[in-house]
């Protein structure tokens, strides 16, 4: 739901600019639009979570919390890879301590 929601406010942010207001941009989403909101909702927020919760029973806490903690680290590495953003120096030492952190753990 929550990935839904950003869909959504993403799109009528758009909107914010305009002489119309938000109110207009909702009203104009064709239904291909919406058809990708829904989708990206499902996809991205109840699939994963599923997973998630399914992949927790088969791994022990300690090692759970390992995992999650590294999300952060594997954002940003596929936010280099996949999006080429660039990593700044606080970054890496950001990543360089959640992986102390999680090592540690």
């Given at each position: 739901a929550s990935a839904?929601?950003?869909a959504v406010v993403f799109a009528v942010s758009v909107g914010v600019g305009s002489e119309d207001g938000w109110q207009d941009t909702v009203t104009q989403?064709?239904?291909d639009a919406w058809?990708?909101?829904f989708f990206s909702a499902l996809t991205s927020g109840l699939v994963a979570t599923v997973l998630q919760a399914r992949g927790?029973?088969?791994v022990p806490p300690a090692?759970?919390?390992t995992i999650y903690a590294l999300v952060?680290?594997?954002a940003a590495g596929f936010d280099f890879l996949v999006l080429h953003e660039a990593?700044?120096?606080r970054e890496?030492?950001?990543g360089v301590v959640i992986v102390l952190a999680a090592s540690l753990s």
């Open positions: 839904f929601i950003s989403l064709v239904p058809a990708l909101l927790q029973r088969l090692q759970a919390q952060p680290l594997f990593i700044e120096d890496i030492i950001a």
